[in-house]
């Protein structure tokens, strides 16, 4: 079966560095994708992994390791406002998202 | 600016009415896609379009349908409402083409409780 684990809930301090993994098993693999989600909100896009590797975004760096089936977020200098659920998202070889059920982050001052 | 939309942002209904939620994009997409979102869970497809005339099934289909009759508009319904399909739904949306960095767009989410 196609599956994304990612932990359900994090913890870390603004201004410091955080790291959300998830893992993903689909039949076949056409990218990783990265969501941002505020309470009451839509998702919205953070980043695209399709080849094994760092791809970095200002704040935000996505990495991909498709022989292992991982990937990671990272989110450095955090600020209060990324407090928010992250979701995880690989697309198979239907091209369809299938998506993991998200990690809270909770910034503490 | 182009946007998508959704209409009602909230609703409640019965169990055993038919209610229809809006899409409407104004980003000339050609795919568009209808989610729910239950705690738990991550977004589970219901139905998708690649264009006018074309509607999909996806993983959670049963007892919601899907009309495509023009580029901009995919609604939703649910045939007959059961107390399983309170959710929030969301809608959305991406270019033309399959796979590769083709982001999807959600519109802000209807929470539809069904009683």
């Known amino acids: 079966g196609q599956n994304i684990d990612q932990p359900t809930e994090m913890t870390a301090t603004e201004g410091a560095i955080v790291q959300i993994n998830c893992t993903y098993q689909t039949s076949g693999f056409n990218g990783l994708f990265w969501y941002q989600q505020h309470a009451g909100e839509a998702p919205t896009f953070l980043s695209y992994?399709?080849l094994d590797g760092l791809e970095e975004k200002g704040r935000f760096s996505s990495f991909l390791s498709r022989s292992k089936g991982y990937s990671y977020l990272l989110l450095k200098e955090l600020q209060m406002k990324d407090s928010a659920s992250y979701l995880c998202?690989?697309?198979?070889?239907?091209?369809?998202?299938?998506w993991g059920a998200g990690t809270k982050l909770i910034i503490k001052p | 600016d182009a946007e998508i939309t959704q209409s009602p942002r909230h609703k409640i209904t019965e169990t055993g009415r038919q209610v229809t939620l809006a899409c409407h994009q104004t980003?000339?997409?050609?795919?568009m896609f209808w989610y729910r979102q239950d705690l738990g869970h991550g977004l589970r497809l219901i139905h998708y379009s690649y264009g006018v005339q074309d509607t999909n099934k996806g993983e959670v289909s049963d007892g919601y349908s899907v009309s495509r009759s023009n580029t901009e508009d995919l609604p939703l319904t649910l045939e007959s409402a059961a107390s399983s399909q309170t959710s929030v739904y969301f809608c959305?949306?991406?270019?033309?083409?399959?796979?590769?960095?083709?982001?999807?767009?959600f519109g802000p989410g209807t929470r539809l409780t069904v009683l």
């Open positions: 980003w000339n997409h050609n795919n």
């Open positions: 959305a949306s991406n270019l033309a083409g399959k796979g590769g960095h083709n982001e999807q767009f």
């Open positions: 998202a690989a697309m198979d070889s239907n091209y369809q998202l299938i």
């Open positions: 992994n399709v």
